[in-house]
């Protein structure tokens, strides 16, 4: 007991990551607190009736050598999943748009099937903006409208980018800042997805290193075989067998502050409604920035609350369903089985805006091989009309687009379940332009370490989360209470490698 403590806020990759590493490499007892039943955040598995759905989506690809060697330190890449549970997949990677009722290529590239569906007229108004768009680029970039016509230019923007964008955010493009941009396709662009395509042609190497690409268009990754919540349920085991401490269905709901040091941090645990507060050296954070402030005892200056108040969320809702087989209604046929991961619905007469085959993630995520079980999601806010509704009328809505759209049967639908996510996106919008006057607050409090996507209120892939978390115990291993080193994880264009300095 006379070891260092520190408390860590949230069981998913970020603060699990950290809680491993203080394990690994320092003496100091981790004590994780997670509010939920599962550890993973959002990269938790969830199991329903046999079958098992992966929230958003999880490639396990990442540009950085220590998280790939990380993920394959809990679970081995290589193994016969049908002998051995713990063991990644190697997946091939299809994602497509679907608009107009037919599925194009994602990233855009000019195939033939495109050009066909796009039509001439489109092909000539695509070409004249796009060259607009590189000889007279908008600057300084405000928006993320801004950001896509620069590297699309606007009539590709306005077909295949600004419906969908605004489906997930609800929020026009002009209105969202373009740091989400840089955070999210940073590297994308018409002109590299055209040379990326064109290599995919002439290259006789398939199993060329992924590392040079950027991460939107690669094409294989790694996948556990029970969902990405498997690698976290592994990490969460490894934690508790090295003496670390995690209490689940728990929540923090207090931290003392005084003198730029968190001095203890008051906990919920919801099974026993009993509290209780525990001194500690550091504090890890992962829960949403908002609630951090609002959490902090005494209150932090008004400016800080104020901005900390006006910071914004997106919330996310899956709705599984089973069905007997898909009935794709395209080209004059119909197809009962569809490869892609994952398609991004573009369709304006519709809600959904994404929508997962789980069976192509890993066959083991769905109980009986001969069904087809699938992940529809929608984006809303917590509390507004379509967050408001029943599990059963999500269910319906969600079969109603699907026929609506030619994607499926209603009759062929055996089972179906929905599941609402809150403050699942950090949005880019609100008082996000002020966050600095957070950062510079919570940067002030010695011990205190804000990691992750919420912790940070950045839009970061697992793997940056896993980053960030790795950077604030190199700074608490060194005894260093500079947090730029955090704050600077995917905010180049490449990867912070390996001495912790973008699925």
Known sequence: MSKKTALIIGGGPAGLTAAYELLEQTDIHPIVVESDTQVGGISKTIHYNGNKIDIGGHRFFSKSDRVMAWWQRMIPPTGDPEKTDR??????????????????????????????YLGLWRLIMIGISYTKASLFPIKPEKSLEDFFINRFGKTLYLIFFKDYTEKVWGEPCHTIDASWGAQRIKGLSIRKAIAHALKQ??????????????????????YPKHGPGQLWEVTAEKIIERGGIIHMQTTATQLHWADNRVTAVTIHHQTTNQTETIPVDYVISTMPVKCLI????????????????????????????LLKK?????????????????IYIQERDVKIGRLQIFNNWSPYLVKDPDTVWLGLEYFCYEGDELWQLS?????????????????????????????????TYPAYFGTYSQF????????????????????????????????????????????????????????????????????
Do not use: C
Request: hydrophobic share 40%.
């Open 87 to 116: 063991v990644f997949l190697t997946r091939g990677r299809l994602s497509r748009i679907y608009f107009l009722r037919k599925f194009f290529s994602y990233p855009i590239s000019l195939s033939l099937s495109t050009m066909r």
């Open 201 to 222: 042609i002439v290259k006789k190497d398939q199993s060329v290193e992924q590392k040079k690409t950027e991460t939107s268009l690669i094409e294989r990754f790694l």
């Open 294 to 321: 609002q959490a902090m005892q005494p209150t932090p200056p008004a400016a800080v609350v104020a901005v900390a108040n006006g910071l914004k969320y997106r919330d996310f809702i899956t709705v599984g369903l």
């Open 326 to 342: 898909l009935n794709v209604q395209t080209n004059k046929r119909i197809d009962t089985q569809l490869p892609d991961t994952w």
């Open 391 to 423: 599990n059963t009328e999500l269910i319906e809505l969600g079969k109603a687009e699907l026929a609506k759209i030619n994607l499926i049967n209603p009759d062929d639908v055996l089972d179906a379940v929905a599941i609402k996510v809150p403050k």
């Open 436 to 503: 600095d006057t957070i950062r510079t607050f919570t940067d002030g409090i010695d011990n205190l370490f804000l990691i992750g996507r919420n912790g940070t209120h950045r839009y970061n892939n697992q793997d940056h989360s896993m980053l960030t978390a790795m950077t604030a115990v190199e700074a608490i291993k060194t005894g260093s209470t500079d947090k730029q080193a955090i704050w600077s994880v995917n905010t180049e264009q490449d990867y912070h490698e390996t001495k912790a300095t973008q699925t």
